[in-house]
């Protein structure tokens, strides 16, 4: 049920810098905050940025986000191995009585 | 630091009901927001619903029609039941807690459980 559009992989050697999309539409990234979690193999989702671009106590510098119109992205600078995992991108849909929408993941790799 | 610890069925035939609950720890329960997400195998995350401090729900319109929260705050725990589960309902299921009031992002996890349909 995403309504949320990612590619679904990424690649990188350590250091270099990855950006993942997450495309949208007007009745959930257009009009409302973008949030990207990142959920590393057989772990719960960690929240990994909140309102478009801000980042929790904790999650480094290196991960940046933006948000322009219903298009948003995510960045890892300085990649690094453990940076290997899946991320989402998610944001808050206002069509019918509103309800939570996912992205359809991105699994980045560290060549 | 608020821990959530997820217990309930992990095997179910279809047509019975799922029904998992998840225990807070540590932190506070009241004025929050709780959510249940789930997440088939190798598959992506989809909300199924939450539900505030005062009770009030709101579920994914895919599964408002089979899915129930509860909550107990005398437990500090709240729970979902999912009726009429198919192969389809396959997934681990992770609680969640939004935020004191609010419930844009979700900051504290479960651990996770999984919960298999076969017959």
């Known amino acids: 049920q995403s309504v949320l559009t990612q590619p679904p992989s990424a690649s990188g050697t350590p250091g270099q810098r990855v950006i993942i999309s997450c495309s949208g539409s007007s009745s959930n990234t257009g009009r409302n905050s973008v949030y990207w979690y990142q959920q590393l193999p057989g772990t719960a989702p960690k929240l990994l940025i909140y309102?478009?671009?801000q980042r929790p106590s904790g999650v480094p510098d290196r991960f940046s986000a933006s948000k322009s119109g219903t298009s948003a992205s995510l960045a890892i600078s300085g990649l690094r191995s453990e940076d290997e995992a899946d991320y989402y991108c998610?944001?808050?849909?206002?069509?019918?009585?509103?309800?939570?929408?996912f992205g359809t993941g991105t699994k980045v790799t560290v060549l | 630091q608020v821990q959530l610890q997820q217990w309930g069925a992990g095997l179910l035939k279809p047509s019975e009901t799922l029904s998992l609950s998840c225990g807070v720890f540590g932190g506070s329960f009241s004025g929050y927001y709780w959510i249940w997400i789930r997440q088939p195998p190798g598959k992506g995350l989809e909300w199924i619903g939450d539900?505030?401090?005062?009770?009030?729900?709101d579920y994914n319109p895919s599964l408002e029609s089979r899915a129930t929260i509860s909550i107990d705050k005398s437990k500090n725990q709240f729970s979902l039941d999912l009726n009429s589960v198919t192969s389809a309902d396959t997934a681990v299921y992770y609680c969640?807690?939004?935020?004191?009031?609010?419930?844009?992002?979700?900051?504290?996890w479960g651990q996770g459980a999984l919960v298999t349909v076969s017959s």
């Open positions: 539900i505030s401090n005062d009770g009030y729900t």
């Open positions: 998610a944001a808050w849909d206002d069509s019918l009585s509103g309800f939570y929408v």
């Open positions: 969640a807690r939004g935020q004191y009031n609010s419930r844009e992002y979700f900051q504290h």
């Open positions: 309102s478009n671009n």
